[in-house]
């Protein structure tokens, strides 16, 4: 089967890209991150990118002036290496619609809640405070919204008695390591199919 290529936004300290290129390397999904680019010079994401010989770059959005033409840069670079499919993985900003032009259906977001609840920032946190009984996350289709495309996979985690927001992360974020190559696998596999805002997961 052939490899698909994959290129990997993150802003931060990158565990989900990391069960990504762990995921690769140990052949369990049939693709490849092709390249690693941050908007942040100290996301520990590329570091753990240039741990595993992958490609990675620090593209300023304050170089350019303004966001497409920033975001013309990632398509150049996700281009040149060959990208067949897009992932955010903690990526702080809002997708625009150059990136949405260049990789239409094809860029994917993992987002720590049970999507439509809690869309946005500190998704845990608006759990708790919530009150709810189960919370967890999603991996989603990119569309123009926050945390609003269609969504290709969910995990549920409690919420336990006496959990703080960083225990409901950690145990939300052990799920969102496994989730994430699960949907790469199925998209690489071919075996999501998109029909409006719902995705069918094809035996
Ligand atoms: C994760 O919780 C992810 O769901 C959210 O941002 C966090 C990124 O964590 N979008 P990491 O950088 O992958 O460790």
Same mark, same amino acid.
């Given at each position: 089967?052939?490899?698909?290529?994959?290129?990997?936004?993150?802003?931060?300290?990158?565990?989900?890209?990391?069960? !990504?290129?762990?995921?690769? @390397?140990?052949? $369990?999904?049939?693709? +490849? /991150? @092709?390249?690693?680019?941050?908007?942040?010079?100290? #996301?520990?994401?590329?570091?753990?990118?240039?741990?595993?010989?992958?490609? +990675?770059?620090?593209?300023?959005?304050?170089?350019? $002036? %303004?966001?497409?033409?920033?975001?013309?840069?990632?398509?150049?670079?996700?281009? +040149?290496? %060959?990208?067949?499919?897009?992932?955010?993985?903690?990526?702080?900003?809002? /997708? *625009?619609? /150059?990136? !949405?032009?260049?990789?239409?259906?094809?860029?994917?977001?993992?987002?720590?809640?049970?999507?439509? #609840?809690?869309?946005?920032?500190?998704?845990?946190?608006?759990?708790?405070?919530? %009150?709810?009984?189960?919370?967890?996350? $999603?991996?989603?289709? /990119?569309?123009?919204?926050?945390?609003?495309?269609?969504?290709? !996979?969910?995990?549920?985690?409690?919420?336990?008695?006496?959990?703080?927001?960083?225990?409901? #992360?950690?145990?939300?974020?052990?799920?969102?390591?496994?989730?994430?190559?699960?949907?790469?696998?199925?998209? +690489?596999? *071919?075996? !999501?199919?998109?029909?409006?805002?719902?995705?069918?997961?094809?035996?």
């Amino acid at each position: 089967m052939s490899v698909l290529k994959i290129g990997v936004l993150a802003s931060g300290r990158g565990s989900n890209l990391q069960a !990504l290129l762990d995921a690769c @390397a140990q052949r $369990t999904i049939p693709a +490849a /991150v @092709a390249v690693v680019l941050s908007d942040r010079p100290d #996301a520990y994401a590329l570091v753990r990118a240039r741990q595993s010989n992958v490609p +990675a770059y620090h593209v300023d959005p304050a170089a350019y $002036t %303004g966001k497409e033409q920033y975001e013309r840069e990632l398509v150049r670079l996700l281009q +040149a290496h %060959g990208v067949e499919l897009v992932c955010l993985a903690g990526y702080m900003r809002l /997708v *625009g619609s /150059v990136m !949405l032009q260049a990789f239409p259906r094809r860029i994917m977001n993992i987002h720590p809640s049970l999507l439509p #609840a809690f869309p946005g920032l500190h998704a845990q946190k608006q759990a708790l405070d919530y %009150g709810v009984r189960f919370a967890g996350c $999603t991996v989603h289709f /990119v569309d123009e919204g926050m945390d609003s495309g269609p969504i290709i !996979l969910q995990a549920v985690v409690p919420v336990l008695a006496g959990d703080d927001e960083e225990q409901l #992360a950690a145990r939300i974020l052990e799920q969102e390591h496994i989730i994430y190559p699960r949907a790469v696998d199925l998209f +690489a596999r *071919g075996k !999501l199919r998109l029909e409006g805002r719902r995705v069918y997961i094809l035996d």
